[in-house]
């Protein structure tokens, strides 16, 4: 796979701060490729996004409403969430409208924070998302959408979860180099 950063560090540093809660990475695919199926982590430590029982509730995950999403999530024991900073390469259970900015801040909270990436958890009590750090996931996810509607003319997400028609327009594939950077 193109461009995949092999941090076997990032693996261990997520095995060894997570306990035995699973996490689900919304973006940064490329980077949490090592981390998938290694034997430094615990099995299905790092959720695939479509190779575990997660993908059984993909369309109540990636296409149903918040509370749906969070429900499913929930019964399945799911409680981390991995968000790379300067990322923009979501997929489609980051654009699920259970990370919109509003939801975020309504029901998520910063379990662990590092200068690479947030580790998102369940709001309990009172603690929750900063409106800072909802505002800086918003932005990547925003990006990212700009630049699969740049790269394809269309934001597939959008055609998968409202069943539109394909887009045969392409612009320019070239941009998609900009998801894992962000810029």
């Known amino acids: 796979m ?7 560090k990032r693996c261990d540093e997520l095995e060894q701060s997570t306990g ?12 949490m490729v090592p981390c998938y199926f290694s034997s430094l982590l615990t099995r299905g430590k790092i959720i695939h ?23 499913a999530l ?3 024991g799911v409680k981390l969430f991995y968000v790379q900073k300067n990322n923009c390469d979501f997929w489609v259970n980051g ?3 259970l990370f919109q ?14 200068p690479e990436y947030w580790l998102l958890t369940w709001t309990q009590g009172d603690q929750s998302l900063s409106p800072e750090d909802a505002t800086a996931i918003s932005a990547l996810r925003t ?16 055609v998968v979860k409202h069943r539109l028609p394909p887009n045969s327009r392409r612009g320019d594939l070239d941009v998609l180099g900009q998801l894992s950077q962000c810029f």
């Open 20 to 31: 035995s809660d699973r996490i689900l990475a919304l973006n940064g695919y490329r980077a």
């Open 49 to 71: 996004t479509y190779e575990s029982d997660v993908a059984r509730d993909f369309a109540k995950i990636a296409l149903g409403s918040a509370e749906t999403a969070e429900a």
């Open 74 to 76: 929930r019964s399945l």
């Open 95 to 97: 654009f699920s409208d």
């Open 143 to 158: 990006r990212s959408k700009e630049i699969y509607r740049e790269a394809y003319g269309v934001e597939p997400f959008e």
């Open 101 to 114: 900015k509003d939801e975020l801040v309504r029901r998520f909270a910063v379990r662990r924070e590092t």
């Open 2 to 8: 193109p461009r995949v950063t092999q941090d076997w």
